[in-house]
């Protein structure tokens, strides 16, 4: 089934300007071709809009055009269909983002969540400056961390470490003042119950007391 394709105009109707008029024309073109379009479709040689159902195309990113940030929770942004290994790779963005025409092409998004054939393979969390989390679930050892002002807390096959990044040593016991300020954040109703696992998972691995959430 044929797509029908709608581009920026070519790259020479942009140089005749300064860069940084350039980069505003690009932005305004974009901004206007995803609130009339579909899904934005980018690989690493093309880049196009269109509308219909989702295309399905090989080793390409699809942006969904309809996103809004209400949905960073329960509505991927964009999918990728590996062909070696016959899978969809499905993302959700972080809460608080603005929608996709706000950014150029979507480079600029960042993920909670990942999804390969349903199955959830990546998840962070990350609050600048002060906390952040990532696990790969799916992953041998499945590699668990967890930042708190700089002192990283991590699980990888049955170990655990803790210390600043540059010197993470193993320990026998973790420190759960530098991870339940975490859970705690992670578990409030605002991220709607999207972190529920991976908090579970940060209480068993590192031994978080029950009582002190």
Request: hydrophobic share 30%.
């Amino acid at each position: 089934m044929s797509i029908k394709k709608y581009r920026l105009p070519p790259r020479e109707v942009f140089e005749r300007y300064e860069p940084i008029v350039r980069n505003k024309l690009i932005r305004g073109y974009h901004r206007k071709l995803t609130e009339r379009h579909r899904w934005l479709v980018r690989s690493l040689t093309d880049y196009f809009y269109c509308d219909g159902d989702m295309p399905d195309l090989p080793a390409v990113e699809i942006f969904d055009c309809d996103w809004t940030p209400e949905q960073w929770s329960t509505r991927p942004y964009r999918y990728f269909y590996n062909p070696i290994q016959g899978a969809w790779y499905t993302s959700y963005a972080r809460e608080g983002l603005p929608p996709l025409s706000e950014y150029d092409y979507g480079f600029t998004r960042e993920d909670s969540l990942i999804l390969r054939g349903g199955e959830p393979i990546f998840v962070r969390f990350y609050q600048y400056g002060s906390m952040a989390v990532s696990w790969s679930p799916m992953d041998e050892g499945s590699p668990l961390s967890v930042m708190y002002k700089g002192v990283y807390s991590k699980s990888y096959k049955n170990t655990i470490s803790q210390g600043i990044f540059s010197d993470c040593n193993p320990i026998k016991r973790s420190d759960s003042n530098v991870l339940i300020p975490v859970i705690k954040e992670i578990t409030k109703d605002k991220y709607c119950n999207l972190y529920k696992d991976v908090s579970e998972e940060i209480i068993e691995r590192f031994g978080v007391p029950s009582n002190a959430l």
